[in-house]
């Protein structure tokens, strides 16, 4: 794919829209149910079920704990937090990620859009009245375009799988937590401590300040280019964007000590959120064409036309 690079256009001011506390006050009736088993026949998230994919995945996060250390987040965030690789729109970022295939998904062997338009599609039946969210569906993985050349193409162990803190104690409840061992931060006492660098309440975030830094990957990176490129996604949104591969504490409850009552409210439409992001992974396409119009007219509301990436 080409990409056109254009001049930004002047900003435009967004009106951050305001939504309900409780997710079940937009749910419809019914609502999405979860599927047995996933397209390879095993329950979802089972990193130890005998599939032609457990060895890749499991050789994924070997290396993603071994190198996921403080230093290498932090200088991370610092290269790539510039937006200076290119200019694109939204629609073209989705058309770019087509080429790759997550190799820490368990559970899914399909190009990315097709993730993308399922959980787009699943959240816009059950929510229809939360627009904002389904366009966080759309865009949720789009940071994975750091597999792309133009980006410098990141090894999968640095953009895709389940995120955590650095700076503290590795969970247990991480996938394969054993390989945390030959990381360098499990015996630093500054890091290896249950608070580590932290505090107990500090928040995940404050003030539009990171306080928690989290593995490097395209939850943090699609969060700082939404950011940096001023979207009116309300807040539930962001965190969305930002901890949806969060599973030590979305799933596990790890980590709560550090949440403040923002990161609280948050967390419910993450839990919503969740379950469309795993479950509706299937073999079953979505009509790209008959959705597009739809999804293009909230990209236009909620962000400019080109962004910095």
Sequence with gaps: MTLVVEQPRPAVTREVKSIPSDPKESLMDGGFVVPDANSFGHTFRDYNAESERQKTVEEFYRMNHIHQTCDFVKRMREQYGKLDRVEMSIWECIELLNEFVDESDPDLDEPQIEHLLQTAE??????????????????????????????????????????????????????????????????????????????????????????????????????????????????????????????????????????????????????????YDVYSKSKVRIDVEKVKPYYLSLIEKYFPAKLKW
């Design 122 to 275: 699943a959240i816009r039946k059950d929510y229809p009245e939360e627009d904002w969210l389904h366009l966080t569906g759309l865009i949720h993985d789009l940071g994975k375009v750091l597999l792309h050349p133009s980006f410098g193409q990141l090894p999968q162990w640095a953009v895709v799988g389940d995120t955590f803190p650095v700076g503290c104690a590795f969970d247990e409840c991480n996938v394969h937590h054993k390989y945390f061992e030959e990381n360098p931060d499990h015996l630093d006492p500054k890091y290896n401590t249950k608070l580590g660098v932290y505090s107990e309440g500090c928040g995940l975030e404050n003030n539009d300040f990171i306080i928690i830094l989290m593995s490097c990957g395209h939850d943090d990176y699609m969060y700082l280019v939404a950011k940096g490129n001023k979207t009116s996604l309300p807040l539930a949104g962001l965190f969305i964007i930002r901890y949806h591969s969060f599973y030590p504490l979305h799933k596990h409850g790890a980590h709560q000590y550090l949440m403040n009552e923002e990161d609280k409210e948050n967390l419910k439409w993450l839990h919503v959120f969740n379950k």
